[in-house]
């Protein structure tokens, strides 16, 4: 069997429903600071501003994504955004079934892995979360729950190209608490085993900050991080950016 390269290293920041044109200057400085990151820098700001993004971030080493995508190319879909329309804007990237979109949108891991279906025909690479409860994680189910979200959320034909997995237990994301150390490796020991593809990049969400960043990469099998609060500031991910360099 040929060997698997190593997963690529990802930090990606998630604006969630954060950001107006003022803080393009955030992703200017952030450009500026990292321009040619020897890691994938990601960031996922509102659709409202990744048109804007894109032009800010011309000719930088910083990617983009959008934060959920439709299962569908075109079409009778108000409010909702193709994985089409999304590369359009100048995405390579896309999250899909993240904790709060399988809470605020009833999201099902079917329906997730309609909509990675859909980023694949766009050329994006989804970004698939996965996570248990706080209350799933107290009654000892968190491989089960994160082993059937796997299972669902990813159809035949993910791979390391085209499939990034981030493992966000729930309970930890804006929260301030994060599992330790030997919890995440668990998990991400299990998702490696279990994942379509063992050289997909499996990176790690829920409260990375600059302090506690350094700690999470060193842990066995976390490839970067899916960080919501701690990307909304330059300084904050570039530290963060720093920390996964060096790991
Ligand atoms: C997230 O939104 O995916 C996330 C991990 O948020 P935070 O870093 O704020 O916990």
């Known amino acids: 069997m040929p060997d698997t390269p190593p997963p690529r290293k990802l930090a990606a920041g998630n604006w969630k429903m954060n950001g107006l044109g003022a803080d393009l200057a955030e992703a200017r400085a952030l450009a500026a600071a990292h321009a040619a990151p020897e890691v994938g820098v990601l960031l996922c700001p509102p659709a409202t501003l990744i048109s804007r993004m894109a ?20 079409g009778a879909h108000t409010g909702d955004i193709s994985a089409h329309m999304l590369a359009d804007a ?13 809470a605020d949108h009833g999201e099902t891991s ?12 766009a050329g994006l690479v989804g970004i698939v979360c996965l996570g248990e409860s706080e209350q799933e994680r107290a009654t000892g189910r968190t491989l089960d729950v994160v082993g059937a979200q796997l299972a669902q959320s990813l159809p035949e034909g993910a791979h390391a190209a085209n499939t990034v997995i981030a493992y966000e237990p729930v309970w930890a994301i804006g929260s ?8 995440i490796a668990e998990v991400h020991a299990f998702l490696r085993a279990h994942a379509p593809d063992p050289g997909i990049t499996l990176i790690y969400g829920g409260s990375v900050n600059p302090a506690n960043a350094a700690d999470i990469f060193a842990i066995e099998g976390v490839d970067g991080a899916l960080v919501g609060g701690a990307s909304l500031k330059a300084a ?12």
Do not use: M, N
């Open 110 to 121: 079917a329906q997730v892995a309609a909509k990675l279906r859909a980023a694949w025909a």
């Open 90 to 102: 100048g995405a390579s990237h896309v999250i899909l079934g993240h904790s709060e979109r399988r």
């Open 176 to 183: 301030g608490h994060t599992p330790s150390a030997g919890e």
């Open 236 to 247: 904050d991910f570039g530290a963060i950016i720093a920390a996964l360099r060096v790991s």
């Open 55 to 74: 032009e800010a971030l011309a000719g930088s080493a910083i990617a983009l994504g959008g934060q959920d995508c439709h299962a569908a190319a075109k």
